[in-house]
């Protein structure tokens, strides 16, 4: 019998130059050679690269979702290039490590993770995207779009595996005590599952698997980050796998719907409403903090060892598309702090407006209304 393989991808804010603009070279240098090290005896392959000012770090493995020593790799990883930062006067070091010492697992810790494993096809393509300066529920529309419909994933139509459809696990990421998950089933369940995905701040995709095999599809770095730290903590800056092609939606039918560049939360202070820009690897942050962008590199994983990445948003036709994501980029910043270019009280990362509201309210007076008498 074979060995199942896993896919872990860890990504971590912990210091850049500029402001939050790129990790230097010399914490990717530092990231690379502890996974290298500490990692020879644990994982079968591993890559490094950054998106933002993110760094994310793939592994294989065959010891499961949610294992301890390669969650430790990764740890020890940013712990260390913290280090490097800080050495360097980097901004923000030690930015997203929300606790000094690990406890076995980095969820809920502040890293993104997202972790599958699988049995090998006799090709085994798949995805790695990561975001920055957004949260996981960007990943909400792609995902409804490639996996439940058919306008913009003909596969839905064309392929009898694909067309059984998906199975979505959400979670309410609002829910305090514990993870509060549903799954709905596409298409029988599609406009409940459209009912929730449309609220990208409360409900968002975890994972989704084939109705047709049960096999796992894609998974997201969804947490109740800012309910586990105690506080809300700012955007996520998510990662996503998907496997394609077969029983799975094909590789340009899950790229596909990043083409419309869709509104997200994040941006400045994690704290505005911007369109979602592709961008090639290693792209580093600019206009406004953001603007809010994701990267995607495409493998193959053969007996746990990776290909070579190919970047999938670095293809010309991309270039038009980062074009009109600017022009309504600057659009919405014309609406400046009014209305929807805004987030919404519950999910501004810094707490000035409420601070200011707070010092008004006692100014507030209740006005009695005079009564006027009608002469008759």
Avoid at 11 to 28: C, F, Q, T, W
Avoid at 88 to 111: E, H, I, K, W
Avoid at 299 to 311: A, I, M, R, S, Y
Wanted: a negative charge; glycine letters at 8%; proline letters at 5%.
């Amino acid at each position: 019998m074979a060995l199942r393989t896993t896919l872990s991808v860890i990504k971590a804010d912990v210091g850049s130059i500029g402001g939050h603009l790129r990790p230097s070279r010399r914490m990717l240098d530092c990231v690379r050679l502890e996974v290298a090290s500490a990692g020879r005896s644990v994982l079968l392959d591993h890559f490094v690269s950054t998106t933002g000012d993110d760094i994310a770090i793939l592994m294989t493995h065959r010891h499961g979702v949610g294992d301890a020593r390669v969650h430790e790799i990764a740890w020890h990883a940013f712990r260390k290039a913290t280090e490097t930062a800080r050495e360097q006067g980097l901004y923000a070091a030690g930015q997203d490590l929300l606790t000094s010492s690990f406890a076995g697992n980095v969820r809920g810790m502040g890293p993104a993770v997202a972790e599958m494993e699988f049995d090998e096809r006799e090709s085994e393509p798949f995805l790695l995207f990561a975001a920055d300066k957004t949260d996981p529920g960007a990943y909400n529309l792609p995902l409804y779009l490639a996996f439940a419909d058919p306008m913009h994933s003909p596969g839905l139509l064309l392929s009898p595996e694909v067309g059984r459809g998906f199975r979505f696990s959400v979670m309410d990421v609002a829910h305090d005590a514990a993870d509060a998950m549903i799954e709905l089933e596409a298409p029988q369940d599609l406009y409940d599952l459209a009912t929730l995905l449309r609220d990208t701040e409360r409900y968002v995709v975890e994972s989704v698997r084939s109705r047709a095999t049960g096999d796992i599809a894609a998974v997201v770095s969804t947490t109740r980050l800012h309910n586990i730290a105690g506080k809300y903590t700012g955007k996520d800056d998510p990662v996503m796998l998907v496997r394609v092609q077969k029983q799975f939606p094909a590789t340009g039918e899950v790229l596909g719907p990043f083409s419309m560049g869709h509104y997200v939360s994040g941006g400045m202070r994690g704290s505005h409403t911007l369109p979602l820009m592709p961008v090639a690897q290693g792209a580093e942050v600019s206009w406004f903090d953001g603007p809010p962008m994701v990267s995607c590199a495409a493998f193959c994983v053969h007996d746990g060892k990776l290909t070579e990445p190919v970047d999938a948003f670095a293809h010309p036709f991309w270039d038009e598309v980062r074009y009109r994501v600017a022009k309504k980029a600057i659009d919405m910043r014309q609406q400046g702090f009014f209305g929807a270019a805004m987030l919404p009280m519950s999910e501004l990362e810094y707490t000035g407006i409420r601070e200011r509201l707070d010092r008004l309210q006692p100014r507030f007076h209740t006005r009695t209304a005079k009564l006027r008498t009608q002469k008759v």
